[in-house]
Antibody, heavy 124, light 108 residues
């Protein structure tokens, strides 16, 4: 089974930076496209970023574009999310989520595998 | 951008009840609609993809239907382990994998 383990969450002041990581095991990491999905306290799920298996295609949700950077290291089975200029409304549990194969138009793309989540709290 | 709405936002039901949750898209998304179950302290789980295809390992009491803008998730006989929040999610738009706001199902 594919397993995903996040790390790197914590308390950060508004305007600060934080880097989340997600280590994938149990399958060939480079076969999977990866995503970050977050859930603010008391709120629903929000997709925020996607990266293709070979990191050639990257997408961001508008609210994080220009502040967050998704990346991956296929040699280390690692996904990262570099978060800068953090705001109070970025407070959330951040999940990494995986799908075997890449998104393409016409494909029923969904998030098959999820990590346990990493809490990021923006507070002054 | 495509917006997803869900109704109801919450419901109370008893074990054995038939439960139906609706997801509506702001524009035609064909069949590119997935459903997830999320329990407190657990990770979200795919139930249905492509509007009506049951994910491997998901009990057959779950079913999905619809296309275009209107979709439903039905649980034919609610079980205690089904109490959770359910989300729809669209994959029609390249680079915009939005979720609906969720429907919380709790015990009546």
């Amino acid at each position: 089974d594919v397993q995903l383990v996040e790390s790197g969450g914590g308390l950060v002041q508004p305007g600060g930076s934080l880097r989340l990581s997600c280590i994938v095991s149990g399958s060939t990491f480079s076969d999977y496209s990866m995503n970050w999905v977050r859930q603010a306290p008391g709120k629903g799920l929000e997709w925020i970023s996607y990266i293709s298996s070979d990191h050639s295609t990257i997408f961001y949700e508008d609210s994080v574009k220009g502040r967050f950077t998704i990346s991956r290291d296929n040699a280390k089975n690692a996904l990262h999310l570099q978060m800068t200029n953090l705001r109070a409304d970025d407070t959330a549990v951040y999940y990494c989520a995986a799908k075997e194969g890449d998104f393409w138009s016409g494909f029923y793309y969904r998030f098959d595998y999820w990590g346990q989540g990493s809490l990021v709290t923006g507070s002054s | 951008d495509i917006q997803l709405t869900q109704s109801p936002s919450s419901l109370s039901a008893s074990v054995g009840d038939r439960v139906t949750i609706t997801c509506r898209a702001s524009q035609n998304i064909a069949g590119f609609l997935n459903w997830y179950q999320h329990k407190p302290g657990k990770v979200p789980k795919v139930l249905i993809y492509g509007a009506s295809t049951l994910q491997d390992g998901v009990p057959s009491r779950f079913s999905g239907a619809g296309s275009g803008t209107d979709f439903t998730l039905t649980i034919t006989s609610l079980q205690t382990e089904d109490y959770a929040t359910y989300y729809c999610q669209q994959s029609y738009t390249t680079g915009r994998f939005s979720f609906g706001p969720g429907t919380k199902v709790d015990i009546k």
